[in-house]
Nanobody
Framework: QVQLVESGGGLVQAGGSLRLSCAAS????????MAWLRQAPGNERGFVAA????????YLADSVKGRFTISRDNAKNAVYLQMNSLKPEDTAAYYC?????????????????WGQGTQVTISS
């Protein structure tokens, strides 16, 4: 089992940057694929980015490719989401999630563990 706590959200202007962090507890963090998903009011929770347990591969949603980067540090039990060139449509609650799987997943229901979320608001 793994517990997840996100941080780093806030209010920034369009074009700005934020770096989200997700701190994980437990000795088995390095065995989990990790992902970031986001949910805006009235919308379903949608995929943003995912990274394999060993960091060997990543996958990004088309809407964030070229702007966001996902990374992890297994020695620190942490996963990060670097967000650049932010747009108002990036406004949402961002959630960190974990799962054990043979491939990266983009569907929220495939993830077993979730953090409480951190709010990101982009002003125009």
């Amino acid at each position: 089992q793994v517990q997840l706590v996100e941080s780093g959200g806030g209010l920034v202007q369009a074009g700005g940057s934020l770096r989200l962090s997700c701190a994980a507890s437990g000795r088995t963090f390095s065995t989990y694929d990790m992902a970031w998903l986001r949910q805006a009011p009235g919308n379903e929770r949608g995929f943003v980015a995912a990274i394999r347990w060993n960091g060997a591969s990543t996958y990004l949603a088309d809407s964030v490719k070229g702007r966001f980067t996902i990374s992890r540090d297994n020695a620190k039990n942490a996963v990060y989401l670097q967000m650049n060139s932010l747009k108002p449509e990036d406004t949402a609650a961002y959630y960190c999630a974990a799962t054990r799987a043979s491939v990266l997943h983009i569907i929220a229901s495939r993830y077993s563990y979730w953090g409480q979320g951190t709010q990101v608001t982009i002003s125009s």
